[in-house]
């Protein structure tokens, strides 16, 4: 009888076995934070053809579901895959290949990162990126000087940390055959007793004769931008500006497998890809989506150019200045609104935030779910807030902690309330995107979320935060960093949360950053990325 027990009970366990459904991972014993509708979290799921399958406790799933990869988190926090809503991907990959000034303390500093880039590389034209005067002793726009006695022989240009200034030696000025009478629509040749400096602001910069990359090099940039992006947890990234061969270039990359980073592309808003892209329609992969443009509307405010209402509180009868006179941004906008892309316009200034929302306001009547968006967003009028009703908020939570030393400097304790103001764009709208605007900020997420939530620099400065009143919750920021951003490059139903049928991409954290001490949160590391259940870092 003992014998007649024990073949049923094996027949049974093999039946058992047997009707489980095979599939590529299992993750168990984790916390899983799914930022689904109900913001649920669970223990456990499923992988199969690189999408959730199921979702549920450690019993459910395993009692369903068999696989030979199976990941025990060991009560880890997973998340969704993070997507940063704004950032400049092959921009930060170009340049690990350049001089990188960031944090530099000093313009001696500065120039002598560059003399010791030089002795180690020798290049025939120096580029690089990060110098920020605002971080000096003194802070003001430096001259040419000193470059013109250190490289009187190689052209230099180094582009300030926001990307709307560039610093040129006379070398490079001469190459680019730009003179003392020199004047621009949309910049500044920045003069003093009627000779350059050297500082180029805006359209300015665009005169400049830089060496364009390589094809060797724009591949070894992509593949070291998406090694520090699967580094930090980054699944999807928004890159804010590309041109026709730069998309043509990760396309072809991500066929081959080579570059396994998913993409929303803005194009560039020249009016070549107008009329290239606006033609062609859509282009739609599961790695690359292209459907929205780019335009840039002002300037930075830590140069003085993003577009005022009034003057600058620090310079005299300064305004600012708009990229393009407001007749070109309608005509932008109706081309754009005539095909079905999305118009992503970078504002900061709040004479520039209002005069394109205005733009979008008129040009989309009778447009239903355009998801239109307004990048930054960083000063906005008061009575303006309203017009975010139906235009989705895109900003990054670090701007506001690096320019809270100087923001009111230039804008005054009035306008500075319509600053960096997160939750009530938030309030107004419903969602957010949150990025980083890398590399002009640091690609790390956690010091996305930490400035979201905390407010607060990594010395614990403002110790109560600054303006906290626009604070975003763990939840809300959690949400700006995934499905938000989802929702604002029109991917919600296939990424942002962890629900059957979307894409497996999460993210391994080592420790919990919804529960921990806020000041934690910045030294969180990921100790895993994966893309369609593959595991990637």
Same mark, same amino acid.
């Given at each position: ?20 459904? *095979? ?86 500093? =500065? ?117 520090? @992006? ?33 993409? &929303? ?7 070549? @890809?107008?009329?290239? &892209? ?11 989506? =292209? ?61 520039? @935030? ?74 107004? &709208? ?7 605007? &890398? ?53 919600? @139903?296939?990424?942002?949360?962890? *629900? ?38």
């Amino acid at each position: 009888m003992k014998k007649i027990l024990l073949t049923i009970t094996t027949i049974g366990l093999l039946f058992s076995c047997n009707s489980k459904q *095979e599939v590529s991972l299992i993750v168990k014993n984790a916390t899983i934070y799914t930022v689904n509708k109900n913001f649920e979290t669970a223990q456990s799921f499923a992988v199969k053809d690189g999408k959730f399958i199921a979702v549920g406790s450690n019993e459910e799933i395993q009692e369903k579901y068999s696989a030979n990869n199976i990941v025990d988190a060991n009560n880890k926090a997973v998340f969704p895959g993070f997507i940063d809503g704004h950032c400049h991907f092959y921009r930060l990959g170009l340049q690990q290949q350049k001089v990188d000034v960031t944090g530099t303390k000093s313009y001696d500093e =500065v120039l002598q990162k560059l003399v010791d880039f030089q002795k180690e590389k020798n290049v025939n034209f120096i580029t690089g990126r990060g110098w920020d005067q605002n971080d000096w002793e003194i802070k003001e726009f430096p001259t040419k000087n000193k470059l013109d006695s250190i490289f009187p022989d190689t052209p230099v240009a180094i582009t300030r940390v926001d990307g709307h200034a560039m610093l040129v030696n006379q070398k490079a000025l001469e190459i680019s055959n730009i003179s003392a009478n020199a004047t621009v629509e949309g910049g500044e040749f920045i003069k003093e007793n009627g000779k350059l400096t050297g500082v180029l602001i805006d359209n300015a910069m665009d005169f400049i004769k830089v060496p364009a990359p390589t094809k060797s090099q724009q591949i070894q940039g992509l593949l070291d931008a998406e090694k520090i @992006n699967f580094d930090y947890g980054l699944t999807t990234v928004v890159d804010a500006g590309l041109d026709q061969p730069v998309i043509e270039l990760i396309d072809s990359l991500q066929n081959s497998n080579t570059l396994k980073i998913r993409m &929303y592309a803005m194009v560039s808003a020249t009016q070549k @890809n107008l009329d290239y &892209y606006t033609k062609k329609g859509i282009i739609k992969t599961n790695r690359l989506n =292209v459907r929205s443009f780019k335009v840039y509307g002002d300037g930075a405010l830590g140069s003085r150019g993003a577009a005022m209402k009034k003057p600058y509180t620090d310079r005299d009868n300064h305004f600012g200045a708009l990229i393009y006179p407001p007749e070109r941004y309608k005509e932008i906008a109706e081309q754009i609104a005539a095909s079905d892309y999305q118009m992503n316009t970078h504002a900061i200034g709040d004479s520039t @935030n209002y005069l394109i929302l205005k733009t979008y306001q008129d040009v989309l009547k009778n447009k239903t779910d355009r998801r239109w968006r307004i990048e930054h967003a960083q000063i906005v009028d008061a009575p303006d807030f309203d017009l975010f009703k139906n235009v989705v908020p895109s900003v990054q939570p670090t701007h506001a902690t690096s320019d809270m030393y100087w923001a009111e400097d230039r804008v005054g304790k009035e306008r500075i309330k319509g600053g960096y103001a997160f939750k009530k764009l938030l309030n107004t &709208y419903g969602k957010v995107a949150l990025g980083t605007d &890398y590399p002009v900020e640091n690609v790390n997420p956690f010091l996305t979320f930490y400035a979201a939530v905390a407010r607060k620099d990594l010395n614990n400065y403002p110790e109560n935060g600054y303006q906290m009143e626009n604070a975003l919750t763990r939840e809300e920021t959690l949400k700006g960093m995934t499905i938000w951003n989802a929702y604002a490059n029109f991917e919600e @139903n296939e990424k942002g949360s962890i *629900e059957p049928g979307k894409f497996a991409d999460f993210i391994l954290l080592d420790q919990d950053i919804m529960k921990i001490t806020v000041n934690d949160v910045p030294k969180t590391k990921v100790l895993a990325t994966y893309i369609n259940g593959e595991k990637v870092k």
